[in-house]
Every structure is written in structure tokens, then in C-alpha cells.
């Protein structure tokens, strides 16, 4: 069975739509606009963050998780960035960038214990 005219070109025109999509979405990085970005994985390990510092986009994600028998938190003094509980070992702490920036964060407890998101547009 024939498909009617109106229905053909309303295919085609679709199909060309998804293409221009796609062609405009691999100019920009390969992956379609609303992939969802990787989260960022953090250990709290021997009174250090594993990552010191860390570049991400907005929207992205990061989960601090403590491997150290001793409480520890993430903590920023700037508004916007992480401020997370203390942790007991094996918890975790996640955040979600709202907004670029630098967001540089301790330890409340052992304010030694430094890092630094940079997160970008």
C-alpha cells in the first residue's frame, strides 16, 4: 500500500528536521544537547580529596564520597557551591552546579583538606 503524498513529504520533511538537529548537535562537542554529562567522582581518603581540582559544566554533577574512618564534609564559603554534612565513612555527598564559576572548598573540621571546581558554561 502507497502512502498518500502529504504523508511522504511530512516524512521527509521530519527526517530532515532530525538531521539538521543532529549536524548542529556534533558541531558542538558530538553529543546530543540533552545527554546527561558524567558525574564527577571524588574520594575523601587519607585526609585529602582525590581530585584537587576539577573542571565541569553547569548541570553536571560531583559525589564526594569519604573512605576515611574520620568525619569530613565538602564546604564552600561562596554562594552557589558545595555545602555538604559531615560524613561518616562510606557516605556520600553530592552537588549539582547551578551556575559557572570557581568554587573553592575544605574541610570544615580539617581546613588543610583543600579543593577547587572550576565550572564552566
Known sequence: MALPRRAL??????A??????FAVNLTRGG???N?????????????????KTVTIKVG????WT??????????SSKSGGPKGPLLAKG?????TAKKAGTFSYHCTPHPYMKGKIIVKK
Open 66 to 75: 569519604n573512605r576515611d574512618a574520620m568525619k569530613h564534609d565538602v564546604n
Open 91 to 95: 557516605k556520600s555527598y553530592s552537588w
Open 16 to 21: 530532515a528536521t532530525l538531521a539538521a538537529v
Open 31 to 33: 553529543a546530543p544537547a
Open 60 to 63: 553536571q554533577k560531583i559525589t
Open 9 to 14: 513529504l511530512l516524512l521527509a520533511l521530519a
Open 35 to 51: 545527554a546527561a554529562a558524567a558525574t564527577v567522582k571524588i574520594d575523601i581518603k587519607d585526609y585529602a580529596y582525590s581530585k
